[in-house]
């Protein structure tokens, strides 16, 4: 059976026989192949979706919460705090429930999807919803954990990246190798520096021979990396990667300049083309800021990016369609409301 991440990778994460490795059996998520999109992309080009949706509380961040929840308890934390669009909080509050630890997460009011609410409600966190964005929770955060004896669990904590790299391992130990290209959203650019880490060390072992090309893709409105300065109030339906001050900047410009990569941005339109082609088309729900790599990467090839390029790109699906289901609804024509009656049904059906 799979044993979670810390167990599964044990060699390459910052543990010990003292850490008491909290988990939920995350990761070994599916890598699918994706071949609607593929023909849309390029004659030689394969297109492989990580499912991250699959992990136990619906998104990436369970790979490093098991990280920064395990590593918190082995230091003798007893509460940990984030800042959250909102998977953030619901991992870290899975997590802490698990270890018996208090959570407590700031959240932007009204900004947060309705299942990553829910939650971090019923795992028992402390939620706080302040009148502000993301960036205002996180510097309150920042400033809180500083002064006193609690854990940051965002991002900026090492371990969360630790954890998430095992998710360049997992696509290398099914792939056999690197993908030529690696396409994933960035917010807060935690998971692109992560996932860099993660390639380079699987090389470095001897594990994977090559190096994918980092594409990373911001949402239009909240495209601070793009631009080259903070976004004061970031815009956009994708909630996840709302985000107007990404902690891991230099780090997310390290990953696409040392890759040769590219971090471009894609507007709400073309996010919510593809979370429709991705949920009609190749049978996978997903939250709309996980779209973004796929907009982004149905961006590039209508500019003529993957002309006679052969190989392949792996798009990180981070979360799943279920956390944000009012979005869904919203996107597409209400059901049809009938009588009760066969003819009715069979007219409706066109037989
Ligand atoms: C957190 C998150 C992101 C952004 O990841 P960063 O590490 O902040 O760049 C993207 N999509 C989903 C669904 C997320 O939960």
């Known amino acids: 059976m799979w044993k979670g991440v810390i167990e599964e990778y044990r060699k390459f994460l910052p543990v010990s026989d003292k850490t008491p490795a909290v988990t939920l059996k995350e990761g070994n998520t599916p890598l699918i192949f994706a071949c609607h999109i593929s023909s849309l992309i390029g004659d030689d080009i394969e297109v492989y979706l990580k499912y991250e949706g699959l992990n136990p509380s619906g998104s990436f961040k369970d790979r490093g919460m098991t990280m920064a929840i395990s590593k918190a308890l082995e230091e003798g934390s007893k509460v940990v705090m984030c800042a959250s669009t909102g998977n953030t ?154 985000i107007g001050n990404p902690a891991s900047w230099k780090q997310a410009e390290g990953a696409r300049d040392e890759s040769n990569g590219l971090i471009d941005m894609v507007s709400d339109d073309e996010i919510l083309a593809a979370y429709k082609i991705l949920a009609s088309k190749e049978g996978v729900f997903v939250e709309p800021a996980s779209a973004t790599s796929v907009a982004g990467i149905l961006k590039l090839a209508k500019k003529g990016f993957f002309k006679n390029v052969k190989g392949r790109i792996v798009c990180v699906l981070t979360g799943h369609g279920l956390k944000d289901p009012e979005r869904a609804i919203a996107s597409i024509s209400k059901p049809v409301s009938l009588e009760p009656k066969t003819d009715a049904i069979l007219e409706e059906i066109g037989l």
Request: aromatic share 8%; charged share 20%.
């Open 89 to 242: 909080s619901a991992s870290a509050a899975a997590y802490s429930a698990k270890a018996g630890l208090k959570c407590v997460v700031l959240i932007p009011e009204g900004n947060i999807a309705l299942g990553k609410l829910s939650q971090a409600l019923i795992h028992g966190s402390k939620v706080i919803a302040i009148k502000g964005n993301f960036d205002d929770a996180l510097e309150l955060v920042k400033e809180i954990t500083k002064k006193y004896p609690i854990t940051l669990v965002n991002s900026l904590n090492p371990y969360r990246i630790e954890g998430q790299k095992t998710g360049s391992f997992e696509i290398c130990d099914v792939l056999g190798d690197a993908p030529e290209f690696h396409a994933i959203p960035v917010g807060n650019a935690g998971n692109i520096t992560a996932y860099w880490k993660g390639y380079k060390e699987y090389k470095a072992a001897g594990i994977s021979r090559k190096l994918p090309r980092m594409l990373g893709f911001q949402a239009e409105g909240a495209a601070p990396i793009v631009l080259g300065h903070p976004v004061k109030e970031p815009k956009t339906i994708a909630t996840a990667i709302k």
